[in-house]
């Protein structure tokens, strides 16, 4: 891959649960821009949105809470219980996410990262100089989600179902982050690639 050498688009992924909000998180206190492409699909299906009214009229009434809002945990319920409805989200919700992405990472910072959580599974590669993706042993992931969102095993078990395995996202990725350690361990990691992505965008540093 090549950089501008001004600047660098950086795609951040990884299982569910690993953490990649907190790498994110790092990056953003180390002076990049950082974009969230779950922000960007919230967003999009607020009332009032084509895309809303796109899901709505695939999923039913069922899906949103008593204000009129999408239920994102009904709706998950509804497609990650099914590939084939799954596969019906992601064809509303992909295209306008992704361009959103592209027009995000269009300005900012030298370093401009994107948490897409599903890089590879909507094959938005192609969007990034170079892609980070967090691991973290599953252990610790069921723990954390469980603490942390209050899910059930069985939602937990069909997210990661529904996903790339995570060593085959971190095969597929220029750099990888363990998050199995302290915070510490995570930050110096994020720091090491933050200090090559900004060689990188140097003159003469993408090779």
């Known amino acids: ?3 501008t050498g001004r600047s660098v688009r950086v795609g951040l992924t990884g299982g569910f649960g690993c953490g990649k909000s907190t790498v994110g998180a790092v990056f953003a206190g180390l002076g990049a821009k950082v974009v969230d492409a779950d922000r960007l699909a919230r967003d999009l299906l ?3 949105t084509s895309f809303y009214d ?18 994102r945990r009904r709706l998950a319920a509804e497609v990650f219980r099914d590939p084939a409805r799954r596969a019906a989200l992601e064809k509303i919700v992909h295209p306008p996410v992704l361009a959103a992405l592209r027009e995000e ?7 401009r ?12 590669e192609g969007l990034f100089d170079l892609v980070v993706a967090v691991l973290a ?27 790339i395995a995570p060593e085959e996202k971190a095969r597929r990725a220029d750099y990888v982050v363990c ?4 915070p510490e361990a995570t930050r110096l990691q994020v720091e090491r690639i933050y200090r090559e992505l900004i060689r990188k965008i140097q003159p003469g540093g993408w090779q």
Request: net charge negative; no cysteine.
């Open 105 to 111: 990472l269009s300005s900012g910072p030298p370093v």
């Open 46 to 48: 607020l009332p009032g």
């Open 179 to 182: 998050n199995n350690d302290s």
């Open 113 to 124: 990262v994107a948490e897409v959580p599903l890089l590879y599974e909507a094959g938005a």
């Open 1 to 3: 891959m090549s950089g």
């Open 54 to 71: 796109a899901v709505v009229r695939e999923f039913g009434d069922g899906i949103l809470d008593p204000g009129g809002r999408i239920d």
């Open 137 to 163: 042993e599953p252990g610790r992931v069921a723990d954390r989600v469980a603490a942390e969102r209050l899910m059930s095993p069985a939602e937990i078990r069909a997210r990661l179902e529904s996903q």
